[in-house]
Each structure stands twice: as structure tokens, then as C-alpha cells.
């Protein structure tokens, strides 16, 4: 069957000048609901006829016309459901770029625009994105991404494809200063091209990591980065962090009588990140990229979006965390290899599976989980703790508890650099210390682990691949540098796992290449 479609798929490539098309599945469900109703309505079909032939035998024309409307309405049900499976075949092809309002016929697919494919997603259960000659490009299930969020996917393809060599020659696109943003749930961070070269931009405490944290005073002030996370401590109700994960959701925040929605707090980050570029730069700052997970759905983006204009950014366009990152790495090493970028940050975990070659990368496949990063390792150990010291968690209030999770967050990184650490922690009176090592933290955070192996395994069937098939897995994000997280990956893949050189900025660099590359 799908032979058959790559041969359809060329010569309709070949018709409106395309060279990519994407297969779109629909919910096996509906496939399998019109089957049964197809054998519901076959079977009385031959009921009917055979009645029919019957009754003609047996007392001629005028038994058959009391039949007759029995019949018809058999088959106004047959023609019924062949127009709804026209909406719901087994497989539908869609022109990812440009293909305007044509639309034909594939054996049993369609071709449809964009339009028409998002206004029939409910039907669709997966996408697949195929290259010339029918050669799989990469494949994402419905519940990472909205079909927008493959037409980006498709671009950032494209932008990768076709435009590595504008950074070398040091070509810009924009007429004013464009800054890339690594928008992230931990620490945000804002990157820049000068002079054909990406540069970070320092805050004004010199560091290149903003904590994405805000806080409100009594008289409306708002405050954002390091100062605002250690007012976590001693205004833990006016004070916010990780509301990345409640982007696009309709989740409110209450503080000094306002209400603020995610989108609405990370306007707020970019807003400080947008001054410190400013102020970098000497000149002002309109137009912006913004990075997200790649499994981040239509809602998502559209809120980060909406966040980058209420900070007064124009968001030229939103690329996918795993494509800055493969960027990054393709411009710097060009070798011809597949691999897995595992991006672990604060509050999220995306794995990406990229194949690189003939200076061009392909996203093959995309999966993660927006609820697990190093905040839910930093909770692990707090619990512990307090079990271990017969502190009832309740008894504790919010700056208590602000206290345990701060200090449980040093520890852990501690034991990023040691394989045991201690903290003291001081609650009222009293000390209590907090002692952990890396064997202990990978029997408490077991749970943990478990989630992180599930996307790992999801991209390899995705992309219908075997560990032997991988050349490398690349660690990204803050959360990669702990050692029991290497370890765990080794032990699950069968294969080279490496630490990016730069985990904590490499999206944000990746971001600034793709604002230096003109198109």
C-alpha cells in the first residue's frame, strides 16, 4: 500500500513542484468503528436482496415495491458511510508547504491543505513526514504536537536544510536587532548574532542564566530573575517559578489581588530579557525567536507567542528545542551520524532522534514529558529528608518548605560535582542535616527514572529504529549534568552517551544561529 502512495506522492511532487508531504493517520478506533458498520450494512444488503428475489418468486413485481424502501434506505446508509470514510481513510497525504487549494485524489488517499488537515485533526492520530523518493523524514503522534507544530517541525527542516552557510558568511535577515530566546522552565536565557558570531547576553549580575521566577511586592512591583527566586523564600505566596508547564492551560495565579495567567508571568521574563539585549546591543530590541519543547501542542505555542507580545517582542517564529540543539551541533561537527538529543531541564524532558548528513539534519522523531525535570529530583529529596527526620510535611509552612526544597536543590547539585553531599537545614530552632549520595538518590527518584525511559523508547519505535542504529545520545539541559541521569541513560541504550559541552546554553546558542541564518 504505501509503495503504491510514494508513487502517487512523486508524481504529484512532481505536478506542484513539492518535495515534501506528510501521510496523516487516523485514529485506529474510527477505522476499525467503519469497518464493523461496513459488514453491519453489507450484510443487510444481501438480506434485502435475497428477500427481495424471494418475494419476486413467490407473488411477483407487487411484493417487491413494498420492499423497495427497505432497500433504498440500505443503500442511503451505504452511500452515507462512503462519505464519511472520504473523511476518515486509512491513510491521508498532505502537501506540508504551499500547496494552496489543490486537492486530488491518491488511490485510497487525498491530498488536502493545511487547512483542511487541521480542520479534520480529530480524525488523525499520527503524522508522518516523507522527502523525495519517499524517504521517511520523521514521525510524531498527536498528543506531542497540533498540526501546526508539524508545519514548524517541517520548517525548521527546511531552515536547517538550506541556510547553514549564511552563519559562516555572517549574513543577517533583519534590517533591526533580532534576539533568539531560550524561554526556559528553570533559567531563561537570550542569545544575539554580531559580526557573523553568537553571543550571549549577560544580566546585569553578569550571569548568562536568568532564573525564570517572578515576584510581586506589596505596591505592584514586579520583580524577575535571581532576585525574584530568592523571594521565594521569604514571600513564597506572592512569588512564582516553573509556570512553563502551565503554559497554554487555563491555570490562574493569584498575587496581591491580581491575577496572572503563565503566559502572562513569562511575558514578564522576556520582558527582562528583551532590556538586558537592549542594553547589550545599544539599540532597541522588537522581533524575536522563541524555543520550545518539540512536543509543545497548537495551545502551547500560540501562548508563548502571545507571552513574547505582551512583552513587547514581535515572536517571528517559534522553533523546536531538539532543532536549535541539532543546529547548534551540525554547524560545529558536519558529520554524517544519527543520534538522540535527551534535553533535561528543570521542568521538562524532551528526547529528539536526528539524522545528520550531506549538511542537512532530519528530526525523525520527537517525544518528552513536561512534567519531569530536576524540580521533581529536588522534591524527591526534600521528601526523603523529612521522612528520614520524622518531619510531618504538614506541619511545615510555606517558608518552611521553601527552606527544604532550596536546600535540597544545592545538594543536588553537589552531587553533581561529589558522589556524596551534605547540607545543614535550619527549621525554627532547630538544625537538622541533609545527607545524601548517588546510589541512595537513584533508589528514591526510581519512579523518576522509569518516566524518563519512556520517551527514550518511543522515539526508537517512532522511528522504527534499533539502539545499534544510534550513534550517540547528546545530554542537553541543567538537569543532564547530574551523573546518576548519564549513568541510567547508558545503562537503557546500548549505546555512546556524551555530555554537550555547553548543557545549560546550548539551546539558547542554537536559537541565536537560527536568528543569524537568512533565508
Known sequence: MKNKIYKKIKKWKARLGED???????????????????????VMLVCDIVLCVSDYHKAGMQEIIKDLPVLVMTLALILFLCWVRKSTLTEVAAGAHKIGTKTGTLGRCRIFTWDEVVSKKEFFER??????????????????????????????????????????????????????????TTNSLCAVCRDGKIELVPNPNGDYLTPSVVSFGDQGEVYVGKIAKEMQITRPKQTFAEFKRDMGTD?????????????????????????????FLGEPVTEAVISVPAYFDDDRRYATKNAGKLAGLYVERIVNEPSAVALR????????????????????????????????????????????????????????????????????GEKEHGIVLREAELLKKQLSKEDTAERTVLLGEKEYVMRLDNQKLIRIAAGLFQRMSVPLKRVMDDAGMQWEDIDRIILAGGSSKMPVVRRYVESISETEVVMDDRPDECVAIGVGLTVAIKE
Not at 544519527?338 to 532530519?362: K, P, Q, R
Open 20 to 42: 515534501i508531504f506528510c501521510i496523516v493517520e487516523p485514529n485506529p478506533f474510527l477505522a476499525q468503528m467503519m469497518m464493523f458498520l461496513y459488514g453491519i450494512v453489507g
Open 127 to 184: 503524522v508522518t513526514f516523507y522527502g523525495k523518493k519517499g524517504k521517511k523524514l520523521f514521525a510524531v503522534s498527536k498528543q506531542y504536537a497540533g498540526y501546526e507544530s508539524f508545519l514548524q517541525m517541517y520548517l525548521d527542516h527546511v531552515m536547517i536544510k538550506q541556510n547553514q552557510t549564511a552563519v559562516k558568511s555572517g549574513e543577517r535577515r533583519y534590517q533591526m536587532a533580532v534576539i533568539g530566546i531560550d524561554l526556559g
Open 251 to 279: 491555570r490562574i495565579f493569584r498575587a496581591c489581588g491580581q491575577e496572572y495567567r503563565a503566559e502572562e508571568l513569562s511575558a514578564f521574563v522576556l520582558k527582562k530579557l528583551k532590556e538586558d539585549a537592549e542594553k
Open 329 to 396: 551541533h551540525q554547524v560545529r561537527e558536519k558529520e554524517m551520524e544519527t543520534f538522540i538529543i535527551f534535553d533535561f531541564g528543570g521542568g521538562t524532558l524532551d528526547v529528539s532522534l536526528v539524522e545528520a548528513f550531506d549538511n542537512m539534519v532530519e528530526i525523525r522523531a520527537v517525544a518528552g514529558d513536561n512534567h519531569l525535570g530536576g524540580k521533581d529530583f529536588n522534591e524527591v529529596i526534600a521528601e526523603d529528608f523529612l521522612k528520614n527526620c520524622g518531619i510531618d510535611p504538614s506541619s511545615l
